[in-house]
């Protein structure tokens, strides 16, 4: 985005009154309420991608052709561009007041597009194709697309029609007679939220649909139903606002991290276990859930002497002793002391030196079992491990009095760090205000990591997509003025509200 645009849409602060759009329902609904304004912010990569100019070889577009829904849209568009070569910059030429998009079904690339044009006379000639009428209304149908029932490898279908003030193109017959049914009986799509681009997300469809199961790799939250989002500039900056229902979560902690190159609060207990062994306990890209070898019996010298290794029966196939499975070791024992004692959310600290600290709350008549856990499984990888007191700390100590964990307490949680020191100056955490789950970045540290992210991923691959190296710092490329993240999400009355900032750099 411009920095110097900003100011020029700061007077975008509420879209009332702003044209509905004859969207159909869908799994996704997406309002642009003002596309003079969007059209002013939009700047670098993603100006260029809307226009059509992104360069080859950038990262975000080539991981985006490695998904399976991004090669199949990338096939299609290239046959549906013979006929409507459409890019924002020819959207551009329509004038458009207000934009909008219904993604149908994304199996089919189904989708019907809405703009809001004054002009009587568009300056471009939509494709020929066969004249036809619904509900008294006009509409083309070039050529069906797969949600038509059409048996061609051709998905993207293409139809459109001219209504008042509006033009309806879609990729399929189907999706055009569903904005028409919307036009005709004066129903439209408001934008879900004040913007510069609103979006509607239905949940329930999405959460069936195995394409976004697939590419987007979210576990399972509370959230339910629609989901409103919006981006706005508020003072200055770039932010995102998210509005839904099922927020069953209670109320979460802060602290104080500054400095660090992330810190967040989960409220989700279940990813506890997981991260306090890979970050601290285990710190390796694979771990197993049976790290223990098992214990076999030692193989007979005897059958050795009088084993004939030339006699083979052609008729008795060779039998070999199955290996024992190996043994998930103390890791039972870690999943009972979990259900035991449930914990109501956690958080983690990431420094710039790629120090890590995880806290969570304890009871303290537990510390010592908690202890002996980690100690467990420390000395399952690194040998006879020992317990010493550092300061206010409790530190396990491996060789010659190597720190590899310590634990100190801070009111009602715990802190862990790979040793005392690490745990030196932290406080502990006090509630949140209706505060559910929260997370901050610098986005500086963050690139800083780009080729160790590469490193651990291995080789770019057409068969595999880096979600890091190819996703997250593709994008993080595609808004280089911003400096950090910070994400909120609030309990509210009808369920949740969750605001993300884009920091500026200074």
């Known amino acids: 985005m411009k920095a110097s645009v900003y100011g020029l849409v700061m007077c975008l602060a509420a879209t009332a009154g702003a044209a509905e759009l004859p969207l159909p329902p869908a799994p996704v609904r997406v309002v642009i309420p003002d596309a003079a304004a969007f059209d002013a912010t939009l700047g670098g990569s993603f100006r260029k991608a809307l226009g059509g100019a992104l360069d080859e070889s950038d990262p975000v ?97 293409l139809a459109w029609a001219r209504t008042g003030s509006l033009l309806l193109v879609a990729t399929s017959e189907r999706a055009l007679l569903l904005a028409l049914d919307e036009a005709l009986a004066g129903r439209g799509l408001a934008p879900p939220l004040p913007g510069l681009v609103a979006l509607e997300l239905d949940l329930d469809a999405l959460r069936k649909d195995r394409y976004f199961r697939r590419e987007f790799l979210f576990t399972p939250g509370p959230e339910e139903g629609r989901v409103r ?90 039998v070999r002793a199955e290996s024992a499975a190996w043994e998930e070791g103390e890791l039972a024992q870690w999943r009972a002391l979990w259900a035991a004692t449930p914990v109501a959310g956690w958080g983690y600290v990431i420094e710039r030196d790629g ?64 040793s005392a020191r690490q745990l030196a100056g932290v406080s502990a955490p006090r509630p949140g205000v209706d505060v559910v789950r929260w997370a901050r970045a610098d986005l500086a540290a963050v690139r800083a990591e780009g080729v160790r992210w590469q490193k651990a991923e291995g080789p770019a691959s057409p068969e595999e997509t880096r979600p890091l190296s190819d996703r997250i710092l593709g994008v993080l490329g595609w808004i280089p003025d911003t400096a950090t993240l910070a994400l909120e999400r609030k309990k509210t009355a009808e369920g949740w509200s969750e605001t993300l900032v884009f920091g500026k750099s200074r």
């Open 61 to 157: 577009a080539t991981a985006w052709r490695r998904t399976r829904v991004g090669s199949k849209l990338e096939d299609q568009w290239g046959k549906l561009s013979g006929e409507l070569p459409w890019t924002w910059d020819t959207i551009r030429t329509l004038r458009p007041r207000a934009v909008g998009i219904s993604v149908l079904e994304v199996g089919h690339l189904e989708a019907v597009l809405a703009i809001d044009t004054p002009l009587a006379r568009l300056p471009l000639t939509l494709p020929g194709g066969t004249a036809k009428t619904h509900g008294g209304a006009a509409y083309t149908l070039v050529t069906p697309g797969a949600a038509d029932g059409s048996e061609e490898d051709r998905r993207m279908g």
């Open 229 to 318: 989002a919006a981006l706005r500039v508020e003072n200055g900056q770039l932010v995102e606002v998210r509005e839904g229902r099922g927020e069953p979560r209670v109320a979460g902690m802060v602290f104080d991290a500054p400095g660090a190159a992330a810190s967040a609060w989960e409220p989700d207990s279940d990813g506890l276990g997981a991260a306090l062994r890979a970050a601290l306990l285990e710190p390796m890209p694979v771990l197993s859930d049976r790290p223990l070898p098992p214990l076999t019996p030692l193989p007979s010298a005897q059958a050795r002497r009088v084993e004939d290794r030339y006699a083979v029966s052609l008729e008795r196939p060779q």
């Open 355 to 418: 120090t890590r600290r995880i806290v969570f709350p304890w009871p303290a008549a537990r510390d010592a079992e908690l202890l002996a856990l980690c100690r467990a499984t420390i000395e399952r990888r690194a040998g006879k491990a020992t317990l010493a007191t550092a300061g206010d700390a409790q530190e396990i100590r491996v060789g010659p009095g190597l720190p590899a964990l310590a634990l100190k307490r801070t009111g009602d949680s715990v802190w862990l760090a790979p």
